[in-house]
């Protein structure tokens, strides 16, 4: 399976600012995927980062609040703009490769927003 | 809507003995099935993982069992150990690559 980093790996941010989100992949992918777990819940997609194009957002997420790029077949950014402390979450990549059904997930980014 | 759920917030099971996390779905469109474990402060590893045309596979002390006509499909850890010890969570794909999460199962394995 792919090696996936993030980075940060954890921040504290003041609400009103804006935080990015890094996701590096080791090896090209098919598709790459942002996901957000709040404090107790289950993972829920934020959207699905396309190379080359705009990224497709899930019900409930829109690009002026989670702007998502992808230069390549190996990088994807998530930015949280903004911030409330409702963001305050753990932003996951997770990436499928070609010919496969299994996604995997990076480490994650812990966000605390005060 | 909650088209994944996972009906159990938390098991208790004694090592050595079997673990058996539960996770219904209500999208008949679901064609492939994951079980992911997280622990705290890490991202989901993949566990194991089974297509809509099969009932049943097996991976070590892993085992996902597939009841299509009920919409439930389970994951059977035997024998279970301290070290498995985490939050289970099921995932369903309707072939979009888009994963639906079930709310997560902690399961605790006692010595």
């Known amino acids: 399976s792919a090696v996936i980093s993030q980075k940060p790996s954890r921040d504290i941010c003041q609400r009103g600012t804006s935080l990015t989100i890094q996701c590096q992949v080791d090896?090209?992918?098919?598709?790459m995927f942002w996901y957000r777990q709040q404090p107790g819940q289950s993972l829920t997609l934020i959207a699905t980062?396309?190379?080359?194009?705009?990224?497709?957002?899930e019900s409930g997420f829109v690009i002026d609040k989670f702007p998502i790029s992808r230069p390549n077949l190996t990088f994807s950014t998530l930015t949280v703009s903004n911030m409330s402390p409702e963001d305050s979450s753990i932003y996951l990549c997770?990436?499928?490769?070609?010919?496969?059904?299994?996604?995997?997930f990076g480490p994650g980014t812990r966000l605390l927003v005060l | 809507d909650q088209q994944v759920k996972q009906n159990s917030p938390s098991l208790s099971v004694q090592e050595g003995r079997i673990s058996i996390l539960n996770c219904d779905y209500t999208?008949?469109?679901?064609?492939?099935f994951l079980w992911y474990k997280k622990y705290p402060a890490e991202g989901p590893t993949f566990l194991i993982s089974?297509?809509?045309?099969?009932d049943k596979n097996e991976d070590g002390r892993f085992t996902v069992f597939l009841n299509k006509s009920a919409k439930h499909l389970s994951l059977h850890i035997v024998p279970s150990q301290p070290g498995d010890s985490a939050v289970y969570f099921c995932?369903?794909?309707?072939?979009?690559?888009?994963?639906?999460f079930g709310q997560g199962t902690t399961l605790q394995v006692k010595p």
């Open positions: 997770s990436v499928l490769q070609g010919g496969q059904e299994t996604q995997y």
């Open positions: 090896s090209q992918v098919t598709m």
């Open positions: 980062a396309n190379q080359g194009s705009e990224a497709t957002y």
């Open positions: 999208n008949s469109m679901f064609d492939y």
């Open positions: 089974i297509s809509s045309i099969k």
């Open positions: 995932a369903a794909s309707a072939g979009t690559g888009k994963l639906i």
